[in-house]
């Protein structure tokens, strides 16, 4: 599987990372292929012909190691194997066989900063008591008081309460996240040799890739007295922040960089890396993980002068890397686009899905346009798009959920103060009928809504007008289209419009405004919404073929 390349070789396909289209997979809710409820191996198996149809180049697939699912499979019992819920190694190699064959690379979810609390380190840790060998590889702290009976500090967690958790014997473990997910001590040796093994475990089965979660907080000053948790919150650390996006962190990244090159093609690897746009560049060095998440049009508004800028900056940060950037309109830990875009400018998202989605009301129609438009913006950018399973479909965030069917820690630990992610991963509708829509025989893991059934892939296949279709010419001509890194801005006709020449001379021009604008010379390729004229609709985007310029 090793190659003798050294560090700086760079094989012909090498860099097929850089302008890729990722489909991500959250695979409890793909496709479930013996009708237990729950999405499995098998099941995207059986579904690769439609990836490979659609025209995606890869494919992210979210954690399906054994997990209780306290925090959606983002729990690791064991990071070298598969939940028997979801498959075998055996059905993982048939699924990367299947992957492979049809041209989709493969990238894995690496989840390094916590395991579960049922991983085996952590069971003998519990086991072994105050200062044995085995509570070094997690953070365990004694607590204060006079027994030990208050947590060694005021922190809380991601998911709402206290980020630490008692084990009964004076000391407390540190989880930034569910008290089912005890944080690891990235200061010890035994744990960074343990995910080298991990890391290489994958890549030598035929792993193409890894996201990397919560990229940005493996390294932590530990150093006592604690910070307050209000200090924690106050912009007061700069760069030296005690828990988040440590310099330290980039030194696990270059081991991790030297792992990788040793295959031919090296390795790639994604950060999910919540910190400043000035920082993500170290994190996609190619000393380091070779690219980070652009997260920053999850949250803007639908706005041509802040797509531009984000645009703009984003471009500016990947050239100063050596990176590509990435394009992220939706995933499993936000509200879908679609649904972002049909509200109302400045909606609280939280309040809307605690009022189950009924105030405001959304406009799903606009979302929707809206939606697409978007994503053939960002497919004409330079750089990689990630996108998220179902939006393809042109699915809407799922708010009414009942409390019974909830499953996101989020939920539970504020005490139903926040709703959580549950409604952007309800299980996708393949049929129009059926009690899960195709989903799986008789029993989905969140409730299919029946009005699913008119995103269905099968009615959505033989419609030249769905957001199925749109998508797969979309990336069809993404394709043949894409060369150089580049692109040239134009200058705007109308104050709502976004419009830049890619190499080869095709344009891609999206009006953010509510009235047509004036269309820019040249044969139109592909629109997000029906043109007619010489005019670009409202919410919408065009690729234009310059008179005299060829694609590709």
């Known amino acids: 599987m090793l190659s003798e390349l050294d560090e ?19 695979p409890r809710s793909f496709a479930d292929s013996n009708g237990d409820g729950i999405g499995d191996l098998p099941g995207i198996t059986g ?23 306290a ?25 990367r066989t299947a992957l492979h064959r049809a041209g989709i690379r493969l990238i894995v979810d690496i989840v390094p900063n916590h395991t579960s609390n049922r991983h085996v380190w952590f069971q003998e840790a519990l086991a072994s008591g105050p200062g044995s060998r085995a509570r070094e590889r997690y953070i365990f702290r ?53 995910f080298l093994t991990t890391l290489k475990f994958w890549a030598d089965r035929g792993v193409d890739g890894f996201r990397i979660d919560v990229a940005h907080a493996l390294a932590k000053d530990l150093t006592e007295p604690f910070a307050s948790q209000a200090d924690l919150e106050a912009d007061i650390w700069g760069d030296a922040h005690p828990l988040e996006d440590r310099d330290e962190v980039h030194d696990i990244y270059r081991e991790w960089r030297r792992l990788f090159n040793q295959y031919d093609p090296p390795r790639t690897a994604v950060a999910e890396a919540w910190v400043p746009a000035h920082r993500r560049s170290r994190y996609a060095s190619p000393e380091g993980l070779g690219q980070a998440f652009n997260f920053d049009l999850l949250e803007a508004g639908w706005d041509a002068t802040t797509f531009t800028a984000i645009i703009d900056k ?18 499993h830990d936000v509200v879908r686009h679609a649904t972002r875009y049909a509200l109302p400018e400045g909606t609280d998202l939280v309040a809307w899905l605690n009022h189950d989605g009924a105030e405001p009301q959304a406009d799903d129609e606009r979302g929707r346009r809206r939606a697409r438009a978007a994503t053939l913006l960002t497919l004409a950018l330079p750089g990689s798009a990630y996108l998220y399973q179902g939006e393809e479909l042109g699915l809407p965030e799922v708010a009414d959920l009942p409390a019974e069917a909830l499953q996101d820690p989020t939920y539970l630990r504020s005490g139903g103060e926040q709703k959580g992610r549950d409604g952007c991963r309800v299980p996708l509708p393949w049929s129009a009928d059926g009690p899960t829509l195709g989903f799986g025989d008789q029993l989905a893991h969140l409730p299919v809504p029946a009005g699913f059934g008119r995103f269905a892939v099968e009615r959505q296949e033989s419609d030249e007008t769905s957001t199925l279709s749109f998508y797969r010419r979309a990336l069809a001509e993404r394709r043949r289209l894409q060369t150089g890194e580049t692109l040239d801005w134009l200058t705007p006709t109308h104050p709502t419009v976004v419009a830049f020449t890619r190499p080869g001379g095709w344009v891609s021009v999206t009006n953010f405004g509510s009235s047509p604008v004036p269309m820019p010379a040249g044969s139109v390729i592909v629109s997000s919404a029906p043109v007619e004229g010489r005019e670009v609709p409202a919410e919408t985007t065009v690729w234009l073929q310059q008179d005299g310029a060829h694609g590709g």
């Open 8 to 26: 700086t070789s760079t094989p012909p396909d090498a860099a097929w990372w850089r302008q890729a289209v990722v489909y991500q997979v959250y």
């Open 142 to 194: 004694p607590g204060r008081g006079e027994h030990g009976e208050l947590p060694p500090s005021d922190w809380t967690s991601t998911f709402g309460g206290p980020a630490w958790e008692p084990v009964g014997d004076g000391e407390w473990y540190l989880h930034l996240f569910a008290p089912e997910q005890p944080d690891l001590n990235w200061a010890d040796d035994e744990v960074r040799q343990e």
């Open 47 to 69: 579904k690769v012909p439609y990836l490979s149809e659609l025209g995606v180049d890869a494919v992210w697939l979210s954690p399906f190691y054994p997990s209780a699912l």
């Open 314 to 331: 984003n471009l500016e940060l990947a050239q100063e890397s050596g990176a590509s950037s990435t394009w992220v309109l939706s995933n």
């Open 71 to 95: 925090d959606g499979g983002y729990d690791v019992d064991d990071y070298r194997d598969v939940d028997p819920r979801i498959g075998t190694l055996e059905q993982f190699d048939e699924l």
